[in-house]
């Protein structure tokens, strides 16, 4: 009896925890971007410049969400 009520608040905080993601999901579907020409050239050009790289599979391999953090700090 024990394992199967572990089982249901397992069940019950998944339940939550994909309300609260489809939650998040639809705000992010309202954002709206601003348009492309509102943004300056050079910054285009980085953008594209780094989907051609990682297109190719040049891109940054962190092994802890602290190394991307420390990697974005300097």
Known sequence: MENSFK??????????????LERIEEKLDESNYPPEETLKSDF???????????????CLDFESMDDFLKSVEK
Do not use: L, Q, W
């Open 7 to 20: 089982g249901h608040d397992i069940e019950m905080m998944f339940t939550k925890i994909i309300g609260k």
């Open 44 to 58: 285009i050009e980085r953008v594209k410049t780094a989907e051609k790289e990682i297109s190719k599979g040049k």
